[in-house]
């Protein structure tokens, strides 16, 4: 492994899909990854923290056809979804990438040329059950249907089988070189269970891998034969290189490659620990230290899914109990590697609990006496006592261990430790009862003392917690009537006695309200409905058109006289129509509701005079009018036959 020159930390989430509507799962590698940035640049690392998303394929070629946009205009819309949430989780990325972006093209096309030249890439003919919906080829072992075809097992949709010419990646020379560097590198893939998996079906042989599609019009072309797109897959893979300047800036790419780690959902996981890596071998970069595989998130012990209508909508909670508590449930509930259950009941409960009561009680009690008893600023503080030392020194063990999670990527495990000593706090001020010694004028040295560890301890304690809570953390230092913000301060500087009054702390606000479990569940489900969570469309207003402006549609009556399927989708028909004085080709998208055959012979409306365009590679000579219901077409037909070219007005 090449050790970089300076202490430098590169973390990434996968560019996520951005025709998908962000979902909690997204949120929480998102969380995940900006709570180790934040806890690196603490450190004094220099981080580079990359997020992005992935905009070609045919899923967006599809639905951008379906929405009459061009697929860039299309992702310019939607890709604000991730963005804005981004913004309200107060994600700290250093870059944003787009796989569309015109840096990211050319470094694809880079690499994929010089594998090619090194024989690593080479053309050949692939034949396999495709799954148009996700975009892949089914794997072999999926077994054949009794009708004689494939069905997908990611989706359940029928597969076609198709054969094209294709380039393929030299895997199959990668599976010795993958082993070894397992074997010698084996944090590689985390948790160790992902990492044996993967090491077994590296095992079991690996064959060359197809990476462009001739069916696929919307990606980066092969350099040079550009009826050839680059497969997704190869394409999102490298954003992990051109994201920090691979062939645009090459001292930040020297500086951060090879990255720290790659948070990924366990989905993705052969991705990212097979393909990736033998791709990088194949071009001489050196590899990542970490491939760290998540589990999912559940909703009440069931796999959310759209249909279920149990998907969580991550505004919804942020818009109720923002960024922090949301933050700290996903990254304290469960180690990064498994499986989490989110309910509201537990979600709720913790929130009372640690955030409410443990932590937000304290602060706001302690606060609350230094405002009372000291007018906000401490003085005549008495000697420490030997309770007091064993107090500070407990923190010094907290933060040995809290430091040690941390650098483990343990954030749960970190959170605890923060937890169990906030437990030690309250039960110091519960042993030394500040407000019993308040009463007396003699104990007043005592009492300063006391509050002033409480202060320490909290400002101390606060601050281990800005990687995951920034906001409460920044919020905390800020009703202590600190000038310094914690992320200004290097870790190394951290220490139990390190609190003066620099202004004199006020009457505190509340941390975090409790929540009413049931009003909570209540606002959720009522706004949780499936239909809440596609993209809101935008309310439009009305906006009308004069007579004149009508008169200018030339609408006729066409009668088809042949009608067949457009390959390659199954939407749209291919119809050849009568207008009277001429014949005309048009492109329909009613392939869903009309077989072919069922329209011969009809008659319907079509706009004459509309602008020819080019649908699939054919050209379309007008539109025909339709109403839609249920997303699906339906044709107005006419009660008797009328002679074709009639016109309606
Ligand atoms: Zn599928």
């Known amino acids: ?120 890439i080479y053309k050949g003919t692939y034949q396999g059950w495709y799954c148009v919906s996700e975009e892949n080829f089914l794997s072999e072992d999926v077994p054949l249907e009794p009708e004689g075809y494939k069905i ?41 269970t992902r990492m044996n998996e993967v090491v077994s079906f590296v095992k079991q042989g690996l064959k060359d891998l197809s990476i462009t599609r001739t069916t696929v019009k919307w990606g980066i072309p092969v350099p040079g034969d550009p009826k050839h797109t680059i497969y997704v897959w190869f ?98 509930e469960i180690p990064i590697g498994q499986d989490g259950n989110f309910s509201h009941e537990g979600f709720v409960q913790r929130l009372n609990s640690d955030l409410a009561n443990d932590l937000g009680n304290l602060v706001q009690r302690t606060l609350t006496m230094v405002f009372n008893y000291f007018q906000g600023t401490l003085n005549e503080i008495g000697e420490e006592k030997e309770e007091d030392r064993k107090f500070a020194s407990q923190f010094e063990e907290t933060r040995k261990r809290v430091v040690e999670f941390y650098d483990d990527y343990a954030l749960n495990r970190a959170l605890e430790e923060i937890w169990t000593y906030l437990n030690v706090i309250n039960k110091y001020l519960a042993d030394n009862e500040p407000w019993k010694l308040a009463k007396a004028p003699e104990s007043r040295p005592r009492l300063a003392r006391v509050l002033y560890q409480a202060v320490c301890a909290i400002k101390a304690t606060s601050y281990l917690l800005y990687p995951v809570m920034p906001e409460t953390a920044g919020k905390i230092w800020e009703l202590l009537g600190l000038k310094q913000a ?66 200018k549609m030339d609408l006729r009556v066409a009668k088809v006289l042949t009608a067949e399927r457009v390959a390659g989708t199954n939407k749209l028909l291919k119809l050849q129509i009568d207008l009277g004085t001429e014949q005309r080709q048009i492109i329909a998208g009613v ?59």
């Open 235 to 332: 394409d999102a893979l490298h954003n992990y290189l051109t994201g920090i300047g691979y062939d645009w800036n090459p001292e930040l790419f020297q500086r951060f490659w090879p990255a720290d780690v790659h948070l990924i959902g366990k989905d993705i996981l052969r991705f990212h620990a097979i393909f990736w890596p033998a791709f990088l071998m194949a071009a001489g970069f050196p590899l990542p230290r970490t491939v760290y595989g998540h589990g999912w998130w559940l909703k009440d012990e069931t796999k959310m899914s759209k249909s279920k209508g149990n998907v969580l909508d991550p505004y919804l909670i942020l818009k109720k109990v923002g960024a922090d508590p949301l933050r700290y449930f996903l990254l304290r």
């Open 486 to 551: 914690p992320q200004e301060m290097p870790l190394t500087d951290l220490k139990f006695y390190d609190f003066r009054t620099e202004k004199p702390i006020p009457k505190p606000e509340a941390l975090f309200p409790r929540i009413d479990l049931n009003e909570f569940i209540g606002e959720m489900e009522k706004q949780n409905a499936p239909d809440k969570l596609e993209p809101k469309a935008e309310v439009k207003k009305m906006e009308y058109i004069t007579y004149d402006e009508f008169k």
């Open 591 to 649: 392939a869903e509701s009309y077989a072919p055959e069922e329209l011969v012979g009809k008659e319907f409306i079509v706009i004459a005079n509309l602008q020819p365009a080019v649908i699939r590679g054919i050209e379309s000579q007008g539109m025909l009018l339709a109403a839609e219901a249920e997303g699906k077409p339906i044709i107005p037909f006419f009660d008797r036959e009328l002679p074709p070219g009639t016109k309606v007005k």
């Open 152 to 192: 997908c097992p990611d989706c359940g949709r029928k597969a076609i089988l198709i054969e094209e010419e294709s380039y393929f990646f030299r895997l199959s020379a990668y599976q010795q070189p993958l082993l070894e560097f397992y074997q010698q590198n084996p944090q590689f893939v985390r948790p160790q």
């Open 1 to 120: 492994m090449v050790e970089k020159s300076k202490q430098t930390f590169y973390v990434t989430t996968p560019i996520y899909y951005v025709n998908d509507v962000p979902h909690i799962g997204h949120a929480y590698t998102t969380i995940i990854a900006d709570a180790l940035a934040r806890y690196h640049r603490l450190k004094g690392f220099e981080v580079f923290f990359l997020t992005g998303t992935d905009e070609h394929g045919q899923k967006i070629e599809k639905t951008a056809a379906e929405k009459g946009l061009t697929p860039k205009e299309l992702a310019d819309r939607v890709v604000g979804r991730f963005k804005e949430l981004w913004k309200q989780l107060n994600i700290s990325c250093d870059y944003f990438i787009r796989t569309t972006e015109q840096f990211h093209e050319a470094g694809v096309q880079k690499i994929f040329q010089k594998l090619l030249e090194k024989g690593d």
